[in-house]
């Protein structure tokens, strides 16, 4: 009896699916969309695709091994400095306050004089940490990552078409792994986050998280014979949401374990939770319709 109840249920989502998958796609296309238009304007109002922050751009980072009043002091830098970004580092377990990240566009002498006037005590290797780097060298970083980036996806989509040789396919592919790392690109910058080299490799590692479930889904569908379409696709669907929910729940919960010590990890697993959410829509809306759409018209 029961058995007989979930096929029904299957049967039911089948009818629901063929009928309304090309209204589905719509979802997916308005976000694409958006996230264009997004884009746009926001580099016509900052001249770049992201907000960088000093390892990028050249700067000054400050550790100061000590309890601060963080408030009381982003005050004061802010009224000194144009950009300033500060950060708590806590003890894992205790929650206690055990160091402070400054960053700032400011050279080493003029933020260490500004932060012993504060502090009212002389800042050493003991008690204190800088790091500094410069514009030029930081720039020419950022376009090799940025080229690095390219070359992934080139060569990613090259593979792809390689291995199943046909053009809708193949492209709703790549397709969606463009639209993970656009729609997560997106969200990063609505958020707020102040991108790192670190968060730029993140975006590295989301293309080969993109593609896997893709690819699962596309072989399924063109290269299983024997089943019916709605049935590979049911089949791809509980392997690949299998596959992505466990990355899922392991990188937010490393995400929740790092967030109070490591600002890069929390900046790595906090893309990497976006992208695997917008890969579950692009794949299983965008790469499905696409794919039921082209499988249907060409039976």
Do not use: C
Not at 54 to 59: F, P, R
Not at 123 to 143: D, V
Not at 195 to 213: E, H
Not at 277 to 294: A, P
């Amino acid at each position: 009896m029961e058995q007989e109840i979930k096929q029904k249920e299957k049967f039911n989502f089948g009818k629901f699916h063929d009928k309304n998958y090309k209204l589905l796609l719509l979802i997916p296309l308005a976000l694409l969309l958006f996230s264009f238009i997004y884009m746009g304007v926001f580099y016509s109002q900052n001249n770049d695709f992201i907000h960088k922050d000093i390892s990028l751009t050249g700067g000054t980072s400050v550790t100061i091994y000590d309890k601060v009043d963080v408030d009381n002091l982003m005050q004061t830098l802010s009224e000194k400095l144009e950009e300033v970004n500060m950060r708590e580092i806590y003890d894992l377990v205790t929650r206690e306050q055990k160091a402070v990240i400054i960053e700032t566009k400011a050279d080493k002498k003029e933020i260490k004089d500004i932060l012993e006037d504060y502090l009212d005590y002389e800042l050493n290797e003991e008690n204190s940490s800088f790091e500094f780097t410069g514009s030029g060298l930081s720039e020419s970083f950022y376009k090799q990552l940025l080229i690095a980036i390219l070359f992934a996806f080139i060569f990613m989509a090259i593979v792809v078409f390689v291995i199943f040789r046909t053009f809708v396919p193949s492209m709703a592919v790549v397709l969606a792994a463009f639209a993970d790392i656009l729609m997560t690109l997106v969200l990063v910058n609505i958020i707020g986050i102040q991108m790192s080299s670190a968060g730029i490799v993140a975006f590295l590692m989301l293309i080969g998280y993109s593609v896997d479930t893709d690819i699962l889904l596309t072989t399924r569908i063109l290269k299983r014979q024997g089943e019916s379409l709605n049935k590979r696709i049911f089949g791809a669907f509980k392997t690949g949401t299998t596959m992505t929910l466990t990355s899922l729940l392991a990188v937010t919960f490393a995400l929740i374990i790092v967030s109070s010590f490591s600002v890069i990890l929390t900046q790595i697993f906090t893309i990497l939770v976006i992208g695997l959410g917008f890969d579950l829509l692009n794949t299983w809306i965008t790469n499905v319709s696409i794919l039921k759409w082209y499988a249907e018209k060409k039976k």
